[in-house]
């Protein structure tokens, strides 16, 4: 685990999760209590293009499941359809055991599934506090009018918003940055605050789309201590999508490939790198 | 309780006095968080019995690693309430250096803020034989280690409630046990030489100096401190653990290192430590935004700090200030003075310390000029730590002050300071070599400085001793000096001077990011990184001019003529104490530097024009790398002095 030592943060807990894969790998496949979300043979296509095709693969509660593939595979697509902002021509969507309708995203949000996006898109002329908030949002009740006049049920309700809010604050350690636009924050912070916003949802499924794009080392390894974190803290599963190949075998309990919207490998990070039809995908071998 | 000689006693005595009032605040979750002085006993009692339940015993040492928290000042006391020591150290250290304090101390029990700290200690934990437990404060990433070695503060807590089930009065037995004389805290200097050293300070050291403190500036329990400086560092344990104790004021903590000045602003304390380099870089930032400003603003600014300067010097020069500059200051204290000052957390203040290095006389005039009430000190920490402040009505930017109530100060032939006061340290630990070299037998104490009283008694610091050297042909080389006029340029972070045994004087600088790059920016002058911008001409330039008016200053001055820079290059790093090159507290380590840079050294001396260079540079998590640079060299323009032109 040569990588593992740009990640001295991680390090102790990495050893509890190859002690915790190695057990995985010794369940049987029929164990389906434990799984979250399962996709089945989902297939979604543009006009002629065809984005994903036949995709089949469970996240299981607790792990952090990396989705990765060279660019154009599909892995935005499939999160895509996991948060029900793309709806599959062909396939099934199981969450939480339950087969899932074409629901809207807003819907999905409520269901305990939030996420966070490629091209950051948080509302730039807010603070990170209020940014926050709106992560809040699914769980407010309240109507307009009582939270304009601020009283009796909207205001306790702001009030335990607030406190869990602050609670994310602390733990992401962005205190200093709480009442700055986030316009006006460097490109890493704001990485950090949209994570915020995602786990300001209280989501049973965190679905994080590249987290560490463009960020520097210690950016990097800054967020996966945060990824790790929110997994052993709140227990949170984690879906993520990463090009960094050193984070992924790193963080991620299991990871799928995927290739030209098909699915060429599935299992723990070491079957992955042995994998010979991932290293020709990600070598480029030409295909016939 | 009449004679309330230890802090555990003094903390008995608010408890009873002052029950109800705050004695520490901590910012957590965005609200101020309070603990009256009577929730702080209770605390403190709680933890110590849970310490003592795990084995800790009359002598044994406590390290504690961390940032300013209301827990770790609890530590503190515990610790002391046991007759242990506590010994706190920089939050900053590496590992290595962690393992070289824990080991001198032989600490048998380890407090660490979060995860970060932990794993610091864990990672030298083989080679720590004596630490039997880490206890933590935030259990942030910390739920999967090892459960024997490593528990919570609230965990031993319960242990103290327990063993306080069974005998309540175990604690207060043991508070009784101690006296003044003993060891109260055990502090490692971060040292500009060599390894560092333990300094052994009593109770009755430190809390003689803290009381004649609170008597000469009048503190009592109204007033309040923000603790955002070093546990480790003997200003914090004096101002937020001796002087708290003693006055009875609030101490609070700040959110995080970031918040520090945003948190001044909601508190407002009324009492306030800070460093030159703080205050530089606070009037940095100040003046970066006011040329964002709008015009109108802009010129507002500027008008009442000229106004608020000519009050000033009418003030120092005793002649009396004219009714328009009067109504002018009034207009600008509303609008422009009392606004800035809140900016800067400074609304309810009225005292600020300044210590550390020299103080230049543009930035003391501002501060002074609308309204902060700065004073020099002059100590260290065998001294607990104070020697000489500045009295209220004669206060300079060139000199220290006077010495304290009960201080003694006198000069060696070779003018080096020497002192003698109830605060003067016990010995270093486990040297008394070293304790010998610095003390006499009848208590007189080298502080290595070399300094002169001025006609009025006030002490004036040169530079250390054995930095003061001499050029070739004879003349004094005061390397500090010359580098504290440097630095005075808000473009000059850092600048190392050598010319001893040497035919001239040269220079290595580190830029100053922001002020430069501000700068660059405002010229359209296009940068990637500090290195790039250490190497532009232009940046050559800038700092050419500065270098040059040092040069002028220093040719009027007889002495020090022959000292003018003549040759100069910028660095192309930021010296770092990861890198051993500057002390935790951010002084130039210049054997050290002397040793990475030797190339560098022999280039300004042998008329080459560039030279290249790579130092290798330690990453904030302990990883190494090295980075090279090709730089470039200038010569400078010297003045000739003026007694040769007359």
């Known amino acids: ?109 409520r269901q305990g599934i939030s996420r966070t996006f490629q091209n950051i898109a948080l509302f730039k002329g807010m603070t990170t506090l209020d940014n926050l908030m709106t992560g809040r949002i699914t769980r407010m ?140 995908a990600y070598l480029g071998v030409s295909h016939d | 309780m009449a004679d309330a000689d230890t802090f555990p006693k003094l903390l008995q005595l608010k408890a009873s006095q002052l029950a109800d009032h705050p004695a520490i605040r901590e910012k957590d979750y965005g609200i101020w968080q309070t603990w009256t002085w009577a929730d702080y006993l209770k605390e403190v009692t709680r933890f110590a019995a849970g310490l003592s339940a795990m084995g800790f015993e009359r002598g044994d040492k406590l390290f504690i690693i961390g940032q300013n928290r209301p827990r770790m000042y609890f530590a503190v006391s515990a610790a002391q309430c046991l007759g242990g020591v506590p010994v706190p150290t920089y939050y900053d250290a590496v590992a290595e250096e962690m393992k070289f304090v824990i080991g001198h101390a032989e600490a048998k029990f380890v407090i660490a803020e979060d995860q970060e700290q932990v794993d610091k200690v864990i990672e030298i934990r083989e080679s720590c034989p004596t630490v039997t437990a880490v206890i933590y404060d935030d259990d942030r990433g910390l739920a999967d280690y090892d459960k024997d070695f490593i528990r919570s503060f609230e965990s031993v807590q319960a242990l103290g409630d327990k063993a306080l089930a069974a005998d309540p009065e175990l604690i207060n037995r043991s508070i009784q046990a101690s006296n003044g004389a003993d060891v109260s805290v055990i502090l490692y200097t971060s040292g500009t030489t060599g390894q560092p050293k333990g300094v052994v300070l009593t109770y009755d050291n430190i809390r003689s100096i803290a009381s004649i403190c609170v008597d000469l500036e009048g503190l009592n329990e109204t007033d309040s401190v923000i603790a955002y400086l070093p546990m480790a560092w003997i200003v914090d344990h004096f101002i937020s653990y001796a002087q708290a104790h003693i006055a009875g004021f609030c101490v609070c903590c700040p959110e995080s290192p970031e918040t520090v000045m945003a948190d001044s602003r909601e508190i407002g304390p009324t009492y306030h430590f800070t460093s030159p380099r703080v205050l530089e870089n606070h009037r940095t930032s100040i003046m970066i935004r006011m040329e964002d400003a709008s015009k109108l603003k802009r010129w507002m600014f500027h008008k009442s700090l000229d106004v608020a300067k000519r009050c000033l010097d009418a003030k120092l020069e005793g002649k009396p200030i004219g009714l328009f500059d009067q109504l002018m200051y009034k207009l600008g204290k509303l609008t422009v003075y009392e606004p800035l000052k809140n900016q800067l957390g400074y609304s309810r203040t009225r005292l600020t310390y300044t210590a550390g290095e020299a103080i230049g006389p543009d930035m003391f005039d501002f501060y002074r000029s609308i309204g902060i009430h700065i004073k020099q000190v002059y100590g260290q920490t065998e001294a607990s730590p104070f020697v000489t402040v500045q009295p209220d009505d004669q206060i300079r930017s060139d000199t220290v002050g006077k010495p304290i109530k009960d201080v003694e100060i006198r000069l060696s032939d070779d003018g080096e300071v020497l002192f003698r006061s109830p605060g003067v340290f016990h010995s270093y630990y486990k040297n008394p070599e070293a304790t010998r070299s610095a003390k006499t037998e009848d208590g007189w104490v080298h502080t290595g400085d070399a300094g002169i009283f001025d006609s009025e008694g006030h002490l004036k610091i040169i530079d250390r001793t054995k930095d003061v050297g001499r050029l070739n042909n004879g003349a004094m080389f005061a390397p500090k000096y010359i580098e504290n006029k440097l630095k005075f340029f808000q473009y000059i972070l850092e600048a190392i001077t050598f010319g001893d045994a040497r035919d001239e004087v040269t220079a290595m600088i580190n830029i100053d990011l922001s002020a430069v790059g501000d700068w660059a920016e405002r010229r359209g002058l296009s940068y990637g990184s500090y290195q790039e911008l250490a190497a532009h001409p232009e940046v050559y330039k800038l700092i050419e001019e500065c270098i040059e008016q040092v040069n002028a200053d220093l040719a009027a001055d007889e002495l020090l003529a022959d000292s003018q820079v003549r040759r100069f290059l910028i660095l192309h790093k930021e010296l770092d104490a990861d890198d051993g090159e500057l002390t935790r507290t951010r002084k130039l380590r210049r054997r050290i530097i002397a040793e990475r840079y030797k190339t560098l050294i022999d280039a300004l001396y042998d008329g080459s024009d560039h030279c290249e260079i790579s130092v290798e540079v330690t990453f904030e998590d302990g990883r190494k790398g090295s980075l090279n640079g090709d730089i470039r060299i200038v010569s400078v323009r010297v003045f000739n002095t003026l007694a040769k032109t007359a």
């Open chain 1, 141 to 280: 009740n309240t109507n307009m009018f009582w939270q304009a006049i601020w009283y009796g049920r909207a205001e306790r309700q702001e009030i335990e918003h607030r406190e869990r809010i602050e609670q994310i604050i602390d733990f992401l350690k962005i205190q200093s940055i709480r009442k700055t636009p986030v316009g006006r924050l460097p490109y890493g912070l704001q990485k950090r605050v949209e994570l915020g916003r995602a786990l300001a949802a209280d989501a049973d499924l965190l679905l994080l789309d590249e987290p560490m794009a463009g960020m520097n080392i210690e950016e990097k390894e800054d967020m996966c201590r945060y990824v790790l974190d929110v997994n052993e803290q709140f227990g949170t599963t984690i879906a993520l999508i990463e090009h960094d190949m050193g984070v992924v075998m790193d963080i991620a309990d299991r990871v799928v490939v995927l290739d030209y919207g098909r699915k060429i490998g599935d299992g723990v990070p070491d079957e992955i790198r042995n994998n010979q039809t991932v290293i020709d």
């Open chain 1, 1 to 109: 685990m040569a990588t593992s030592e740009l990640y001295l943060c991680a390090y102790s807990t990495l050893s509890q999760k190859q002690h915790d894969r190695d057990n995985q790998v010794m369940m049987p496949d029929s164990v389906v209590d434990d799984v979250l979300l399962s996709v089945k043979n989902i297939s979604l296509s543009f006009g002629g293009v065809k984005a994903l095709e036949n995709i089949s693969f469970d996240i299981r509660k607790g792990e952090i499941r990396a989705i990765i593939g060279p660019n154009g595979a599909g892995k935005s697509s499939m999160l895509n359809v996991i948060n029900g902002f793309y709806h599959p021509q062909d396939g099934e969507v199981w969450f939480k055991g339950i087969r899932r309708n074409n629901l809207k995203p807003h819907q999905i949000a």
